[in-house]
C-alpha cells in the first residue's frame, strides 16, 4: 500500500483505529477522523510511518463534514468505519433512537462519501469499504435500527460501485460478526455473558478489530483488483447472534 | 421520576404481565416473561427517561422493582 493516501473514518478507537494502525503499517499514508482529537492523536501515535494526519470530525454535523471533506488530500482509498450501536427492543423505538442510528450509521456516512465526490478528492482506481455489519441481514434481540441501518448501507454501497466502476473506483461491505469492541461491552450486556456467547462461535471467539483490519487491507489493496460490489461476511463461523 | 411512575413504566415494557400485578414489591426476574429482552427493555427505558446507563450485571443484582427504582435513582 505504499504510496497510497487512505482515509478512515471512525480511527479514535476500535475498527477504525486497527484499521489505521494496519494502513500503516502497509506502507500507506493515512488520514485520520473522529470526533475525539485526544483518542485521535493517541492512534496517530500508534502508527508507523510518516505524513499521517487526523482532521476531528462530528461527522453528523454538515458543517464538519464538509470542513473534513475540503481539508482531505486526494485519497486512494476510504474505509467508512464511523458507527453506533444501541439496543432497544422494538415496542420502545424512539424517533431519537432512529436518528442517533441512522445518523451516523448511514447519512453521515452517505453524505460524506458524496462531499469526497463533489470535491473530487478520489483518485481513479481507489477502493473504498464500509464496515457493515452481519446484522444486516442476521436478525438478533433489540438491534432492529442497527440492524437496518447496515442494511441501508449495503443497499447504497451496491449503488455506489456501478456508479464508480466507470472510474475504475471499487466498492466493497465487510460484515463482521460480533467483534470486541466497546460497541458491545459499552451497552451494559455482561462481559460474562458475552464470553459464553464467544464460545459457540465455531472458531470459538468473537471477532478483533484486527482481524476486520486484515481484510480492509486486502479490499484496499491492488490484491483486490477485482472486486467490487461484494459484501464479505467476516464472522468465525458464526452468525453474530448473542442472546 | 416517582416509584409510581416507574412502576407504570415498568409493567409498561412487559408484554403478558397483567400491570396490575406489578408493585414495587414484585420480583421481577421471576416473572414469567423475564428474558434477556427485558434486561434491554430496562436498560432502554433507563437511558431514555434518567439519561443513565445501567447494566444487565446492575439489574440482576436487584431482587424487586423497588430495588430496581432506589439503584437507578440513587446509583444508577
Redesign the interface.
Known sequence: MKGKTILVTGASSGIGRQVAIRCAARGARVVLTARREEALQETLRSLEGEGHLYIPADLTKSGELEALAAQVPELDGIVHCAGMSERVPVKLISKDHIERLMGLNFSATVLLQTELLKKRKLNKGASIVFVASRAASYPSPGNAIYSASKGALISYAKCLGLELAGQKIRVNCICPAMVWTDLITGQGLDEAELREAEKRYPLKRFGEPSDVANLAAFLLSDESAWMTGSCIDLTGGGEGTLI | MTIDAFIAAFAD?L?ETDPAEITADTYFQELDEWS??S???V???V??EYDK??????I?ACETVGDLYNYIENEG
Open positions: 415494557l408484554d434477556s429482552l434486561n434491554l427493555s436498560i432502554a427505558l437511558k431514555t446507563t445501567i447494566t444487565v450485571k446492575e440482576r
